[in-house]
């Protein structure tokens, strides 16, 4: 029975839902702002609905990718520049996504600290929705999760979940074939994998976040959290015009692990590391390290982030029309008869 006096509350454990439901009122016009055909309900509800018909598919097949930013987290907390790990977010998952031949259609954040500062989530969540308006993607729903002892204090995590669509019959990647040519689309630095080893390479320098960035303009943190770039609706406008057999994501692995997963059975890639020029954070860390080449190519984009491989007589249309959509294009290569990855020239 009720004395009439206030016991514990949630507070009291650490937890405000007040402070949530600010955040939620806060991202509303920034969810708004990712809205497309199919979109159907706003944020707040215990579901999120889309509709495929919508969208404009009649037979369609979804495609489901997740992921994370990994420990670049650790820099932006650190630095306090987090408005742009959101950005890293949609496109770890959507650029998985269109390898498969697939539209992003839609997303879903889930944002986990152990107490949660509204300005800090909310400027996270707000790149989130950056990256969702760059692929064309809605940001349909996500959660907040405020768990008191789980993390230290500013610390938070983030996971991704996207989901797309294509017309049966049409994903990737279909008839790779010897003769392709691997057209290879710069990237915006490392992206977000390898940063454990990036983290150990700065400290091997002595060198702290805010000391002058040795390869750019800025500081050293900030060109570290240069965001991954987004190869969403420049990589479907190739598919659409034909002449695209395969699409790989230039994440951890590098392009050494990563090219042969969308190659079949005897078939590998043979690449010329002249086609293109080493971009200078790659270069510095190359040099602070003592890496060796080959750890290079398995472990960073090396400045190459997708890999289109299409027919052979299609390369100058599509590298043409991928140069039209801002793409810097690199032609890297052919697929040849054998398997993995073998590489002429060097760095």
């Given at each position: 029975?009720?004395?009439?006096?206030?016991?514990?509350?949630?507070?009291?454990?650490?937890?405000?839902?007040?402070?949530?439901?600010?955040?939620?009122?806060?991202?509303?016009?920034?969810?708004?702002?990712?809205?497309?055909?199919?979109?159907?309900?706003?944020?707040g509800?215990?579901?999120?609905?889309?509709?495929?018909?919508?969208?404009?598919?009649?037979?369609?097949?979804?495609?489901?990718?997740?992921?994370?930013?990994?420990?670049?987290?650790?820099?932006?907390?650190?630095?306090?520049?987090?408005?742009?790990?959101?950005?890293d977010?949609?496109?770890?998952?959507?650029?998985?996504?269109?390898?498969?031949?697939?539209?992003?259609?839609?997303?879903?954040?889930?944002?986990?600290?152990?107490?949660?500062?509204?300005?800090?989530?909310?400027?996270?969540?707000?790149?989130?929705?950056?990256?969702?308006?760059?692929?064309?993607?809605?940001?349909?729903?996500?959660?907040?999760?405020?768990m008191?002892?789980?993390?230290?204090?500013?610390?938070?995590?983030?996971a991704?979940?996207?989901?797309?669509?294509?017309e049966?019959?049409?994903?990737?990647?279909?008839g790779v074939?010897?003769?392709?040519?691997?057209?290879?689309?710069?990237?915006?630095g490392?992206?977000?994998?390898?940063?454990?080893?990036?983290?150990?390479?700065?400290?091997?320098?002595?060198?702290?976040?805010?000391?002058?960035?040795?390869?750019a303009?800025?500081?050293?943190?900030?060109?570290?959290?240069?965001?991954?770039?987004?190869?969403?609706?420049?990589?479907?406008?190739?598919?659409?015009?034909?002449?695209?057999?395969?699409?790989?994501?230039?994440?951890?692995?590098?392009?050494?692990?990563?090219?042969?997963?969308?190659?079949?059975e005897?078939?590998?890639?043979?690449?010329?590391?002249?086609?293109?020029?080493?971009?200078?954070?790659?270069?510095?860390m190359?040099?602070?390290?003592?890496?060796?080449?080959?750890?290079?190519?398995?472990?960073?984009?090396?400045?190459?982030?997708?890999?289109?491989?299409?027919?052979?007589?299609?390369?100058?249309?599509?590298?043409?029309?991928?140069?039209?959509?801002?793409e810097?294009?690199?032609?890297?290569?052919?697929?040849?008869?054998?398997?993995?990855?073998?590489?002429?020239?060097?760095?």
């Amino acid at each position: 029975m009720s004395d009439g006096k206030n016991g514990i509350t949630y507070a009291d454990a650490g937890v405000d839902i007040d402070a949530g439901n600010a955040l939620v009122d806060r991202i509303k016009p920034a969810a708004k702002r990712t809205g497309r055909p199919g979109t159907m309900s706003a944020l707040g509800g215990f579901g999120a609905l889309f509709d495929l018909k919508g969208a404009g598919y009649t037979d369609p097949v979804l495609v489901a990718a997740t992921d994370g930013v990994g420990t670049k987290l650790r820099i932006a907390i650190d630095t306090g520049h987090v408005d742009g790990v959101g950005i890293d977010l949609v496109a770890m998952c959507v650029n998985d996504l269109v390898c498969q031949g697939a539209e992003p259609l839609f997303f879903l954040d889930y944002f986990a600290t152990g107490k949660l500062d509204t300005d800090s989530a909310a400027r996270v969540i707000e790149g989130i929705a950056e990256g969702c308006v760059r692929a064309g993607c809605a940001l349909i729903g996500g959660e907040t999760a405020e768990m008191p002892g789980m993390y230290p204090a500013g610390d938070f995590d983030l996971a991704g979940f996207a989901v797309g669509a294509m017309e049966r019959g049409t994903d990737l990647p279909a008839g790779v074939a010897q003769g392709d040519v691997l057209l290879g689309l710069a990237s915006d630095g490392v992206h977000s994998n390898g940063y454990s080893l990036v983290r150990k390479l700065v400290e091997v320098s002595g060198l702290g976040w805010d000391a002058d960035c040795p390869w750019a303009d800025g500081s050293l943190g900030e060109n570290l959290l240069t965001p991954t770039r987004l190869y969403v609706r420049q990589t479907l406008a190739a598919i659409r015009a034909g002449g695209v057999h395969a699409l790989a994501h230039i994440t951890g692995g590098g392009l050494t692990e990563n090219l042969p997963r969308v190659l079949p059975e005897g078939l590998g890639a043979q690449i010329d590391l002249g086609a293109w020029d080493l971009p200078g954070v790659f270069s510095w860390m190359r040099g602070v390290g003592g890496m060796a080449e080959a750890e290079m190519l398995k472990t960073f984009n090396c400045g190459i982030g997708m890999i289109v491989v299409v027919a052979a007589d299609r390369a100058d249309a599509l590298a043409q029309l991928l140069a039209d959509e801002r793409e810097t294009v690199h032609r890297l290569g052919t697929v040849v008869a054998g398997q993995g990855v073998s590489y002429t020239g060097a760095l």
